[in-house]
T-cell receptor
Framework: DAGITQSPRHKVTETGTPVTLRCHQT?????MYWYRQDPGHGLRLIHY???????DKGEVSDGYSVSRSKTEDFLLTLESATSSQTSVYFC????????????FGQGTRLTVV | AQSVSQHNHHVILSEAASLELGCNYS??????LFWYVQYPGQHLQLLLK??????LVKGIKGFEAEFIKSKFSFNLRKPSVQWSDTAEYFC???????????FGAGTRLTVKP
């Protein structure tokens, strides 16, 4: 398996609290992604990064922010968690642009109560 | 941005039956196409990919997919499914010159022994 570690793996938090999820890679890949997985919606792209300090929004970025201060770490922050953000979050990494496959982490199950 | 649609939400087959899962994408330019599989409780793993060349690509575990450019389709096939193929299958598209990778909603496959 690709060297991707997501932390925490499970989290329960209260509405209105900030939450940060971490994705750590040991592959030195340039591209990193955050997706959320929900029944009936598949995986939807939240944000992605194409280098240190270089990030861009995906299709469901509202309510989320990201940071990448080092190649190996990509953080996803929910500024004020809402119940609609209850989901499974997956981090993915890619070595290059389009014609390379993505490798996924194990996922983080987040429950907002 | 590109988008992906998967026509079948849930497919139920008996062992040894043939499988075809539909995938269509919308993007006018050159694309790279992928099928990923997610076994229960696990992260996504690459099943096969198409970048260029022969439009019929073979992947792991006896799966194959055919890229039909005129139909914007990349359907997944397997001649004879096994109980162990029970999983969720995701089609994904990445334009060749960008960093944005989009997934379909997924198709849940249940294979009855």
């Amino acid at each position: 398996d690709a060297g991707i570690t997501q932390s925490p793996r499970h989290k329960v938090t209260e509405t209105g609290t900030p939450v940060t999820l971490r994705c750590h890679q040991t592959e030195n890949h340039r591209y990193m992604y955050w997706y959320r997985q929900d029944p009936g919606h598949g995986l939807r792209l939240i944000h992605y990064s194409y280098g240190v300090k270089d990030t861009d929004k995906g299709e469901v970025s509202d309510g989320y922010s990201v940071s990448r201060s080092k190649t190996e770490d990509f953080l996803l922050t929910l500024e004020s968690a809402t119940s609609s953000q209850t989901s499974v979050y997956f981090c993915a990494i890619k070595p290059g642009q389009g014609d390379t496959e993505a490798f996924f982490g194990q996922g983080t199950r987040l429950t907002v109560v | 941005a590109q988008s992906v649609s998967q026509h079948n939400h849930h497919v139920i087959l008996s062992e040894a039956a043939s499988l075809e899962l539909g995938c269509n994408y919308s993007y006018g330019g050159t694309v790279n196409l992928f099928w990923y599989v997610q076994y229960p409780g696990q992260h996504l793993q690459l099943l096969l990919k198409y970048f260029s060349g022969d439009p019929l690509v073979k992947g792991i575990k006896g799966f194959e997919a055919e890229f039909i450019k005129s139909k914007f389709s990349f359907n997944l096939r397997k001649p004879s499914v096994q109980w162990s193929d029970t999983a969720e299958y995701f089609c994904a598209v990445n334009a060749w010159n960008n960093n944005d990778m989009r997934f379909g909603a997924g198709t849940r496959l249940t294979v009855k022994p």
